[in-house]
Every structure is written in structure tokens, then in C-alpha cells.
């Protein structure tokens, strides 16, 4: 079982070990009533006959949020982008 993480919230765990999933792109997003909607695509690559790559978007994950949830998911994101991309002109000179 992994050991809990201390939010500003709540401890969270992950008992059930839920998967990562990676996406490629926002497909969709727009909110109603206060709840934040996003839908992510994969790209998947699938080879066909003529021996060429087929590229394939399928939604692979719906998120549904509050206010409060996509305001703290903004901020965090606007972290990571920033401090990664600080570290890709660091190195990029």
C-alpha cells in the first residue's frame, strides 16, 4: 500500500494503484453550473495496409471539477510550465 501524501486538504492515497493515463490533447472543455469539464485525447498510431501510420485520437479521460479544483490545477500547471521551461533555456544557451 503507498504511504499517504499531506495536501493542504486531506491525506491522499491510492489504495486501488489508479493508472496513469497519458493524453496528447485537450479535445473539449467548458463548464456549466459551476463544474469545470475537460476531455483528453490519446493519439494512437495504427499501421495499415499500405505501410503507413494511420493517426488515431481517441478521448482516453473526462475530468469534472469544481471551481475551486480548477483553480488549483491551473496554478499548479502554471509551475510546471514555468520551471520547465526555465530548465529548457538553461540549457538550450
Do not use: W
Amino acid at each position: 500500500m503507498t504511504e499517504p501524501k499531506t495536501t493542504d486538504l486531506l491525506s491522499v492515497t491510492d489504495p486501488y494503484r489508479t493508472p496513469t493515463v497519458f493524453v496528447n490533447q485537450v479535445a473539449g472543455s467548458g463548464h456549466l453550473n459551476g463544474v469545470v469539464n475537460i476531455t483528453f485525447a490519446t493519439a494512437q498510431f495504427t499501421p495499415n495496409d499500405g505501410g503507413t501510420v494511420d493517426p488515431d485520437l481517441v478521448i482516453s479521460a473526462r475530468l469534472r471539477m469544481d471551481l475551486f479544483c480548477a483553480q488549483s490545477l491551473y496554478e499548479h500547471l502554471g509551475k510546471i510550465i514555468e520551471q520547465t521551461l526555465k530548465q529548457q533555456n538553461a540549457t538550450s544557451h
